[in-house]
């Protein structure tokens, strides 16, 4: 918590022009206000990512909100897989969490980032062995949002298209 004093100046608001010797600077565009803000994998920097992103967040209106804001929220600290190379690196597909209390949980993978909700009075939280859930699909779907057709031409010129993903 200490480190946080680090960062007390960060502010979610427009930084006005500044004026210096007659001239007068802008800020480059939105966000400006962050600008400081740590932005490397290191447990401290995501911890003060955290601190900074929950409580600059705007209140949501009910509960399916909230689980959406909050996922919005943890994608800011995902590590790309290979990116940490070490003794301790894991596979892209773990995925780890901590229910205390039973009750519905959400959910997702790093190879399909489709949310789901679980429901942990299903299931045994005492027992002894690891349980894995199944998921529909190995991997995140691709829909295809517009025929090839429309794409510009140099998109249609590639092999890929949505339908051939």
């Known amino acids: 918590m200490t480190n946080l004093r680090n960062y007390i100046a960060l502010n979610p608001r ?10 007068t600077f802008q800020s480059f565009g939105m966000g ?49 897989y290979g990116i940490s190379k070490g003794r301790r690196a894991r596979r892209p597909d773990d995925l780890h969490g901590d229910a205390r209390s039973a009750g519905p949980a959400h959910v997702l993978s790093f190879e399909d980032q489709t949310i789901r909700m679980v429901d942990l009075n299903r299931f045994d939280l005492d027992a002894k ?10 991997t995140q779907p691709v829909v295809a949002t517009c025929r090839a057709s429309s794409w510009p031409r140099r998109l249609r010129q590639t092999r890929t298209s949505p339908t051939s993903l």
Do not use: Q, Y
């Open 129 to 138: 062995e690891v349980m894995r859930l199944p998921t529909a699909t190995d």
């Open 14 to 23: 427009h930084v006005p022009p500044v004026k210096l010797d007659g001239k």
């Open 32 to 80: 400006a206000g962050m600008l400081g803000l740590p932005g490397d994998f290191t447990p401290p920097s995501r911890f003060v990512r955290a601190a900074v992103f929950s409580a600059t967040a705007f209140p949501v209106a009910d509960a399916k909100a909230g689980v959406f804001n909050g996922f919005h929220l943890l994608n800011n600290f995902d590590i790309p």
